[in-house]
């Protein structure tokens, strides 16, 4: 694994978005993979910025999604489909048709993963992969304890997952309990990986990726077997290591 050693969250936010306007110039048809959460809305911001003053394109662009809550329809503002429209998708120029998540809302959700990570492999797969970490390791939704070899999945939100991210909702009790995410291995699939970690709360489990085993305890920990891994990481990310 590279690490790309930054200030604060805005450099994160810059680096990560020249590498990938960058990508988007030289491959116009570039397949991203993308992330949600707080980590990459500084990002999208620049990429929006961007596409606004230096009118980078993103016509021929498809994009992926990692994960969305079970239950939470696209017009739900805490379902990662609504994320994924008002923090970037309405502001840059790519097209609605090229922009894929998981549904959460699906009649037969097994169906729905088998589906998703087959339109995936038909379409040719991710090329850049943007991801964050949660505290506890966690890649996509994919919690501590989650098989190596898994594909798109239901899965079950630790404690402390559904703690994390009840910021965004009005109570904890609102916070789904399920989630569908890409697999680890799905994510191991793409071509090349970008993570992105910033804030002291994140150190710890930086740490832990990088000076401790590969075990599926630590879901993370699988990026050490990729071959073209990318940290970005901010000082307060990196004040264990
Ligand atoms: C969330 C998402 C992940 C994200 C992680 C960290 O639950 N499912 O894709 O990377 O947890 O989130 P944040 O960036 O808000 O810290």
Redesign the pocket.
């Known amino acids: 694994m590279k690490l790309i050693q930054v200030k604060d969250y805005q450099e994160m936010s810059q680096k990560a978005a020249d590498i990938v306007i960058e990508k988007v110039k030289t491959n116009p048809q570039i397949q991203l993979g993308l ?6 809305e500084g990002l999208y911001d620049r990429l929006i910025a961007d596409h606004k003053e230096n009118h980078t394109s993103y016509e021929q662009v498809k994009s992926f999604n ?2 969305e809550y079970i239950g939470l329809s696209s017009t739900n503002p805490n379902s990662y489909h609504y994320y994924m429209a008002h923090t970037l998708f309405n502001h840059i120029d790519i097209n609605q048709e090229d922009t894929n998540l998981p549904n959460g809302t699906a009649e037969n959700i097994q169906e729905e993963c088998v589906r998703y990570d087959e339109m995936i492999d038909k379409m040719g797969g991710i090329d850049l992969q943007i ?4 505290q506890n390791g ?4 994919n919690e501590p304890g989650t098989s190596f070899a898994s594909k798109t999945q239901v899965v079950d939100l630790a404690q402390s ?1 559904i703690e ?2 009840a910021r965004y909702f009005n109570s904890i009790d609102e916070v789904p309990t399920q ?1 569908v ?1 890409m697999g680890i291995a799905s994510i191991m699939k793409s071509k090349e990986i970008i993570l992105l970690v910033s804030g002291v709360a ?1 150190s710890e489990a930086l740490k832990q990726l990088i000076d401790g085993d590969i075990t599926e305890e630590f879901p993370a920990s699988i990026l050490k077997n990729h071959q073209n891994v990318t940290i970005i990481a901010d000082q307060d990310a990196l004040s264990k290591v």
Not at 131 to 134: A, C, D, E, P, Y
């Open positions: 992330a949600t959460g707080g980590t990459p990692l994960d991801l964050g970490i949660g966690h890649i996509g939704f997952t994390a991210n989630a995410t994140k």
